[in-house]
């Protein structure tokens, strides 16, 4: 199968432990010590707004509480994202997806954007989602890649927990790769994947090894894994034929120490 076009080593919520979380201090970060990709969460404002949050509430990583989805992007950009993390990211804003691929273009990073869904807006968060990355990427890249090649290696990479979701991304904007994310890997992974036309299989390491890696490979499908914070765990990720992984701790692993 081909190459995994895109970085190896990829910083997890854009800066790992070193910085807040989704915000575009945190892909600073992550930038400024070494990695040229980035994993971050994505999930829609009560006006339909695509703003970096991991969680469906604001309590752990906002200076306010309640559900994410009950705020508009206004009320959100009036919130303080780093406070929570140490004083030094204190009035750190809200990051809208924008402003994410903003930073990350210009800097060329790469993305891999997980749709986040707060709950019941799986498919609009797929297909606002997708539609905004497109729309970013509109220019300078070549959206339908030539027969027998992969994705465009400048374009993100979706992924999300939700087949719905990624079901609406790849309806809205099919030319973006997509992967599907997984705790173990399901029975019916081979069938998912093909439905959604996916490109890869993201699982969490603890539930992987060089079997599973090899099987899916087998099939045609590249192997993500997530979240990597011990060195030895990423060799032996790396020997075992895994294409990329997310950390938190770049401390320990060097960005580019598989390139």
Not at 6 to 20: D, E, N, Q, S, T
Not at 117 to 140: E, L
Not at 183 to 188: E, F, K, L, Y
Request: hydrophobic letters at 40%; proline letters at 8%.
């Amino acid at each position: 199968m081909r190459p995994w076009p895109y970085p190896r080593v990829v910083a997890h919520r854009g800066g790992g432990i070193f910085a807040p979380e989704n915000t575009v201090a945190a892909l600073r970060v992550g930038h400024q010590r070494g990695f040229r990709g980035v994993e971050f969460d994505v999930a829609l404002s009560a006006d339909g707004e695509p703003v970096l949050m991991h969680d469906s509430t604001l309590d752990r990583t906002t200076n306010a509480k309640g559900p994410l989805a009950e705020r508009t992007w206004s009320q959100l950009a009036q919130l303080d994202a780093g406070g929570w993390f140490s004083a030094s990211f204190a009035g750190e804003p809200v990051a809208r997806l924008v402003d994410a691929i903003d930073f990350c273009r210009g800097h060329q990073v790469w993305i891999n954007a997980e749709i986040k869904p707060t709950p019941g807006a799986d498919r609009q968060t797929g297909q606002q989602v997708a539609r905004a990355i497109a729309r970013a990427f509109a220019d300078g890249t070549e959206p339908h890649p030539r027969p027998g090649e992969g994705p465009d290696p400048r374009l993100p990479l979706l992924s999300s927990f939700s087949a719905e979701a990624l079901a609406a991304a790849r309806d809205a904007e099919p030319e973006l790769p997509r992967g599907l994310l997984c705790a173990r890997i399901p029975r019916q992974w081979r069938e998912q994947l093909e439905v959604l036309q996916c490109v890869a299989l993201h699982c969490d390491h603890r539930h992987l090894d060089a079997k599973a890696i090899e099987a899916v490979h087998r099939a045609g499908y590249w192997v993500f894994s997530y979240t990597v914070n011990e060195r030895r765990r990423a060799t032996q990720l790396a020997e075992w034929g895994i294409d990329a992984f997310c950390t938190d701790r770049p401390d320990l692993i060097d960005p580019a120490m598989f390139d």
